[in-house]
Nanobody, 123 residues
Framework: QVQLAESGGGAVQAGGSLRLSCAAA????????VAWFRQAPGKEREGVAS???????NYAESIEGRFTLSLDSAKNNLYLQMNSLQPEDTAMYYC?????????????????WGQGTQVTVSS
């Protein structure tokens, strides 16, 4: 099974930036559909961004234009560059993967999950 580990979270002020990393082990991350999800306290988990096995990126409307995915196949890492962060972006961010070519944001279909990294944005 693929093992995922997130890093890069932290506390920033509104308007700031962070880059999250999802490091994969055991298998090449590019062979999986991989997505970033986030969950704020008291809210349901929501999909943020995903990358299909052919490299197609998909973004949630709430973050489109502010967040960008990039894949480093050599390092087996998937990055989420987050710019213009807002307090509503505060959440635990998770990297998840599943077998299959095409991604979506149905979190119950993802079988591999990391432990998460906390992002806190203050106003």
């Amino acid at each position: 099974q693929v093992q995922l580990a997130e890093s890069g979270g932290g506390a920033v002020q509104a308007g700031g930036s962070l880059r999250l990393s999802c490091a994969a082990a055991e298998y090449s991350i590019s062979k999986f559909c991989v997505a970033w999800f986030r969950q704020a306290p008291g809210k349901e988990r929501e999909g943020v961004a995903s990358i299909d096995t052919d490299g197609t990126r998909n973004y949630a409307e709430s973050i489109e234009g502010r967040f960008t995915l990039s894949l480093d196949s050599a390092k087996n890492n998937l990055y989420l560059q987050m710019n213009s962060l807002q307090p509503e972006d505060t959440a635990m961010y998770y990297c998840a993967a599943r077998v299959g070519r095409w991604c979506d944001f149905r979190d119950d279909t993802y079988i591999f999950w990391g432990q998460g990294t906390q992002v806190t944005v203050s106003s």
